[in-house]
């Protein structure tokens, strides 16, 4: 089991960038691929992004691609969003995600996840 504390949100302008991190607890943060979604006010939560275990492969919604980079870094048990180019549409409670699996594989689903943060909220004002 895994549990996962999200920080680094906040208020910031259009155009200005954040930087979101998940810190997982226990000892084998690698053996899980791990995930970001989001959830605008009236919407249903989204994918954002996905790592593979050990951070080989990226995974990307369309809306963020190009602006977000996704990371991790296993020896410290931390997931790590990096937002740039901020829109308002990026408004909402971001999560992070964890799987525990075996294999070096992406998961964009939320159904694919077992374990979940209590999210941090971004705002972004136009």
């Known amino acids: 089991q895994v549990q996962l504390v999200e920080s680094g949100g906040g208020l910031v302008q259009a155009g200005g960038s954040l930087r979101l991190s998940c810190a997982a607890s226990g000892r084998t943060f690698s053996s899980y691929g791990m995930g970001w979604f989001r959830q605008a006010p009236g919407k249903e939560r989204e994918f954002v992004a996905a790592?593979?275990?050990?951070?080989?492969?990226?995974y990307y919604a369309g809306s963020v691609k190009g602006r977000s980079t996704i990371s991790r870094d296993n020896a410290k048990n931390t997931l790590l969003l990096q937002m740039n180019s901020l829109k308002s549409e990026d408004t909402a409670v971001y999560y992070c995600a964890a799987r525990p699996t075996s294999y070096s594989a992406l998961y964009y689903r939320e159904a694919d996840y077992d374990y979940w943060g209590q999210g941090t909220q971004v705002t972004v004002s136009s």
């Open positions: 790592i593979s275990r050990i951070g080989g492969s990226t």
